[in-house]
């Protein structure tokens, strides 16, 4: 198999782990350094929309469904939740120390946190 990469943004914000939504339509972009998190169209690599995040995005996931996506708040213990149309956070909440990693357990539908 071969690989291609894309360069899906160049803002030079410290971004972070990318995540592709189910269809593969569409990526988050945590931005560490601008505490944003960006929606990429990857038929294009236009940025879409952008969101305040709390401080120090990193994990990103989109929720089954496709209308929301979450974002884990590193640098402040918050897991923030987003709606994809408009793009915007609707809630924040405490998460811990340190929250980053995110994955969706039971079928897709328990978002788990680490």
């Given at each position: 198999?071969?690989?291609?990469?894309?360069?899906?943004?160049?803002?030079?914000?410290?971004?972070?782990?990318v995540?592709?939504?189910?269809?593969?339509?569409?990526?988050?972009?945590?931005?560490?350094g601008s505490?944003?998190?960006?929606?990429?169209?990857?038929?294009?690599?236009?940025?879409?929309a952008?969101a305040?995040?709390?401080?120090?995005?990193?994990?990103?996931?989109?929720?089954?469904?496709?209308?929301?996506?979450?974002?884990?708040?590193?640098?402040?213990?918050?897991?923030?939740?987003?709606d994809?149309?408009?793009?915007?956070?609707?809630?924040?909440?405490?998460?811990g120390?340190g929250?980053?990693?995110?994955?969706?357990l039971?079928?897709?539908?328990?978002?788990?946190?680490?």
């Amino acid at each position: 198999m071969a690989l291609r990469f894309v360069r899906l943004d160049n803002f030079r914000r410290a971004p972070v782990r990318v995540t592709i939504s189910g269809d593969g339509t569409r990526a988050l972009v945590p931005h560490r350094g601008s505490n944003e998190v960006h929606l990429i169209d990857l038929k294009s690599h236009a940025v879409l929309a952008r969101a305040k995040t709390g401080k120090g995005p990193g994990g990103a996931l989109f929720l089954p469904g496709g209308k929301q996506a979450l974002v884990a708040n590193t640098g402040e213990g918050t897991v923030s939740i987003l709606d994809l149309d408009p793009f915007r956070v609707t809630s924040t909440h405490p998460a811990g120390k340190g929250p980053d990693g995110l994955h969706l357990l039971g079928g897709g539908v328990t978002p788990c946190l680490a």
